[in-house]
Structure formats: structure tokens, C-alpha cells
């Protein structure tokens, strides 16, 4: 199947999704949509009056494999917000096209959510930043070198979007501010994407750092792409879970990974949820 066919199948599944997404949530009205990165999944506890909904009682939705992701829908408030928090994503190194990683992004549209919250783990490039740190994302390489708008123009989106400000700077104001006031570390930079599996070597971290990458990891990048082009304003922080490739002499795994997110989930939590309260 070409992108191009992979891009208009998935369309015409999103529809059906919607609808029953839209059925499951009832008169609530989800202001903000919650990304949330692997082992990140924690903040799905602190929704109140929540409605849990499996992906797999979504037709056609993506169901992702990895370990550390839950695959539900999770609808309440936050910080007195109506939010909709997404527990699990599929990534393209699952083997799904970008297409298929952006799906819940065009439900998010048919929606008409007005700001989604991204989250990830990611290795820490800049040689100050440390495993453990949160870091606002400001801009991104997609290093992944696909986008998710293949094929068909999508109902409501233009041809070549714009992306001068992919991350909202009003949003990310808020988030500093937030942090600030929390008294939680808050690092800012540049996000690479690629899309794995394989953890990266030193040679490519080296060039990422060149390039002007501060972090890396295999996500967000196709989801901020299509929800720009959808007029959804984008606002994402990592997890730096592990110095990259070569920073240090030690190997990465993903076990390593899912124990830092465990050691900074109150932080990020706190983080989101009180910048959520403040977004308009
Ligand atoms: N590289 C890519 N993805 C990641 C990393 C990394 O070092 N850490 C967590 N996700």
C-alpha cells in the first residue's frame, strides 16, 4: 500500500472513531488532549471524575505494543479543565506509516479539541541537561524524514502548513511561568525525532548536537505536524530519562528509561496539570 493510500484508508476510519469516542464522552466538551509519553501514564490517575475508555472499543484505532503505555482514553477534568488524556501511542518503529501514528490527532480535530499537551521520554544531548530533567520542547528536527501529511489533503487542513511556531509560545510561557512557581526545574530546547527502534549511536547523537538537537527520542513530531495543520495549538515537554549515545560510556535500555519516568512523575505531573489550570 503507498503512504498516499495508507493516508485516505485511515481518513475514512477516523470518522467511525469519532463517533464513538463522541458517543462515550457524553456532553463533555475536552478542552485540552494529554499526550502521555511512556511511563508518563501516571497523570491519567490524577484526572477526577473520570471515564476510562479502552482503545480497543474504539473501531480502527491504533493499538500500540509497548511496554510502559496503557492504550485507553481517559476524559475527565484537571485543575478544574475539561481534558482528555491519551494513555499510549502507536509510534512509526511499531511499523505503523505516520499516518497511522496521527490518527488520534485527526479524532482530535473532528473533535474540535483546541490544544494538545504532548508528552515523551527522551535522551538528554545538551551537555547540561541530566537524566531526570523535564524540558519544555521550543522547536523540533524531524529527523524521521516522513510526514504524516502524505497523500490526500485533509478535510479542513492546507497543503503546506506552516510551522514557524510549532510549539505555542503563549502556551510555553505558561508552562515556564508554571514551573517557576512550582519550584520544578524546567529545562528548554530543541527535540529530535527519529524513528528507531534502535536506541541511536554516538556518531548520530554527535551530528544531532551539531544539527542543534538538545534532546532525542521516536515520537511527537508526526502528532505536532498534523495537529498544526489541523489549527490545533501544540505545547510538549520530555522526560530526559538517559543521557544519549555516547554522552556517557553506559548502554541504554528501556527498563533504565521507564525508572527515571517514575522518579520525576510527580514534577511532571504537578507541571502539567498547573499549567493546564492557567491555559484560556
Ligand atoms: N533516544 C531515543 N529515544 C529515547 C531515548 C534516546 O536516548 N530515551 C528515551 N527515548
Known amino acids: 500500500m503507498s503512504l498516499a493510500d495508507v493516508g485516505s484508508e485511515v481518513g475514512s476510519s477516523v470518522g467511525s472513531a469519532t ?20 511511563g508518563l501514564g501516571g497523570l491519567g490517575a ?9 482503545y480497543t472499543e474504539l473501531p480502527a484505532w491504533p493499538l500500540t505494543t509497548v511496554v510502559g503505555h496503557a492504550g485507553k482514553v481517559v476524559a475527565g477534568t484537571l485543575g478544574g479543565v475539561a481534558v482528555l488524556g491519551l494513555s499510549g501511542r502507536v509510534h512509526v518503529y511499531e511499523g505503523a506509516e ?17 490544544i494538545l499537551f504532548l508528552s515523551n521520554a527522551a535522551g538528554a544531548i545538551h551537555p547540561t541537561f541530566a537524566p531526570g530533567d523535564l524540558m519544555l520542547i521550543s522547536d523540533h ?3 524521521m524524514f516522513r510526514s504524516p501529511l502524505i497523500g490526500p489533503v485533509h ?21 515556564r511561568e508554571t514551573a517557576l512557581e512550582l519550584g520544578v526545574g524546567l529545562q528548554e530546547g530543541v527535540y529530535a525525532a527519529m524513528h528507531g527502534p534502535a536506541y541511536e549511536t554516538p556518531a548520530e547523537i554527535r551530528m544531532l548536537e551539531r544539527f542543534g538537537a538538545d534532546a532525542v527520542g521516536m515520537s511527537t513530531v508526526p502528532e505536532v505536524i498534523a495537529a498544526r495543520a489541523g489549527g490545533i495549538r501544540c505545547v510538549a515537554v520530555s522526560c530526559l530519562t538517559n543521557y544519549a549515545a555516547g554522552v556517557t560510556s553506559e548502554p541504554l535500555d528501556h527498563e ?11 514534577d511532571f505531573e504537578r507541571l502539567v496539570a498547573g499549567s493546564i489550570a492557567r491555559f484560556e
Open 46 to 54: 490524577r484526572i477526577e471524575d473520570p471515564i476510562e475508555i479502552p
Open 155 to 175: 478535510e479542513g487542513e492546507q497543503r503546506f502548513p506552516d510551522l514557524s511556531d510549532p510549539y505555542d509560545p503563549e502556551l510555553r510561557s505558561i508552562v
Open 141 to 143: 528536527i524531524n529527523m
Open 256 to 266: 533504565e528509561v521507564l525508572e527515571v519516568t517514575v522518579q520525576v512523575q510527580d
Open 19 to 38: 463517533e464513538a469516542l463522541r458517543a462515550a464522552l457524553g456532553d463533555r466538551r475536552p478542552r485540552v488532549a494529554i499526550t502521555m509519553g511512556s
Open 98 to 114: 505516520t499516518a497511522r501514528a496521527i490518527f488520534y490527532v485527526r479524532v482530535l480535530e473532528e473533535l474540535e479539541v483546541p
